[in-house]
């Protein structure tokens, strides 16, 4: 079997990110013609230098507007996390930005049910003890637009303890621009949303 390096996948850069390598690709074929595709990530130079927890544990939460959290709603964000639910929000004409994160906020808990809260599963837990930590990824340039209560008002359970904005998502052309749907350009908002249920 022949196996061959594609060519160098060019790599922009975002404000506040430092440079990466581009993952190392692979293909190759088997014998019933199927291709099969591998993506390598690049070893770092220096091990010593790797994080050792994830930026979420890393992270001191905060606030949308970037102001630290009291020492009550410290206490309060500690919570046994359940699990997280993911989603993506398009806003493809009109520019709103917060209809992007509802619509990502929607997707990430559309599909799921949670009678563990309902049931008793959880022995002295109930739905008025579910937490949730609300993570948006939304360009930066659209950030100041975002209407938290709105997006907050999408979540029927559960104590939101915090709420985090952070640079994501994407601005890109939706093709056409429609003034009848109140488009100011051809600009496609899209949010994506991390959702952490627990109590």
């Given at each position: 079997m022949a196996t061959s390096a594609a060519p160098p996948l060019p790599i922009s850069l975002c404000p506040s990110t430092k440079p990466r390598t581009a993952p190392i690709w692979s293909y190759s074929r088997s014998s019933h013609s199927r291709l099969h595709?591998?993506?390598?990530s690049p070893k770092l130079a220096n091990p010593a230098a790797a994080p050792g927890s994830s930026s979420m544990e890393a992270a001191q939460p905060q606030t949308r507007d970037g102001q630290g959290w009291g020492e009550e709603a410290k206490a309060d964000a500690a919570m046994t996390l359940l699990f997280v639910e993911m989603g993506v929000g398009y806003d493809q004409h009109g520019q709103d930005i917060t209809a992007a994160a509802v619509r990502?906020?929607?997707?990430a808990i559309s599909s799921n049910s949670i009678p563990a809260f309902r049931r008793g599963a959880i022995p002295g837990v109930n739905s008025d003890q579910m937490k949730l930590q609300i993570k948006l990824g939304v360009p930066r340039p659209t950030q100041h637009l975002l209407d938290a209560e709105r997006v907050k008002a999408v979540f029927p359970y559960g104590k939101i303890i915090s709420f985090e904005v952070v640079d994501?998502?994407?601005?890109?052309?939706?093709?056409?621009c429609l003034e009848a749907m109140g488009d100011k350009n051809d600009d496609?908002?899209?949010a994506n949303a991390a959702v952490y249920v627990g109590y």
């Open positions: 595709l591998r993506v390598r990502a906020c929607k997707d994501g998502g994407m601005i890109c052309s939706s093709g056409v496609c908002y899209i």
